[in-house]
């Protein structure tokens, strides 16, 4: 079965994304060059981008096969329907609009990432698709009671970063026993690169993060008044992650 809607709230699916191993990166996001094809990591920074939900009718919008799973795909053809599906109400980034067909980004609440084309006209549009501001950035940021971001102006293409997140806090026993973990993204300096950011903590991204030699390297994106967040899990102790969907908490 394909993800299903656990969303209780509009934009945020609240919940931790899944570990590095998936191989998820925002920020390294770069329009593919082929026709028909989507780039799972989503749209690159300087691409338009907006949120979507997924309309009523028909009950299951099935993800497309792309033309290199499918000459044929993406088109209306059934033969072109993944198995993965989204129901009414569910919301996803989407990219890349054509006429028919939109590439879209979902994240379950469980933290699951699918990505593909949709049917454009199975999703209500929103927000302008328009760049991000310094202003779009900057705010109080909540996932969850277990993560949370500050985002400060430092001027019109810098913003400063720094956060707290932790693990096993609903676990009674936990926390009778002192067994949370927890872990911090220490305030950083970041420029700001269109829709997305990727910064290592402390060092932020000038000059652009190389592979390795850090131990906590975060991906932001800015998504029509929510944020996506993914990390390496290595901004703090075992099981401590920044990553999932967050609202702003402050007007």
Known sequence: MGPRSYLTCTLAAIGALVGPAAGFS????????????????????EEPAWSATVKSDPARVHFLKSRSQDARCPSAEEACNEQS??????????????TDFVCALYTSKKGKVTSGHLRAGALDFRGSGTIPSV???VGHWVRDDQADLHIR???????EIEGDASWGGHDPARVENGGVHTGEI??????????AIHFAEGQGNSPPVAEGGYDCIVDLQW?????LVKDDYGCGGMNVTFSGSYERADP
Do not use: F, M
């Not at 925002?26 to 920074?45: F, V």
């Not at 220490?186 to 420029?191: A, F, I, K, L, M």
């Open 26 to 45: 925002l920020s390294g996001a770069h329009a593919a060059s082929q026709e028909g094809i989507c780039d799972p990591r989503g749209p690159a920074p």
């Open 135 to 137: 202003h779009d950035w």
């Open 223 to 227: 998504k029509d008044g929510a944020l």
């Open 85 to 98: 599906y989204l129901v009414s109400g569910d919301n996803v980034l989407a990219w890349r609009r054509t």
């Open 186 to 195: 220490e305030r950083t300096s970041v420029r700001l690169t269109g829709y």
């Open 153 to 159: 102006r430092l001027d019109n293409r810098r913003i």
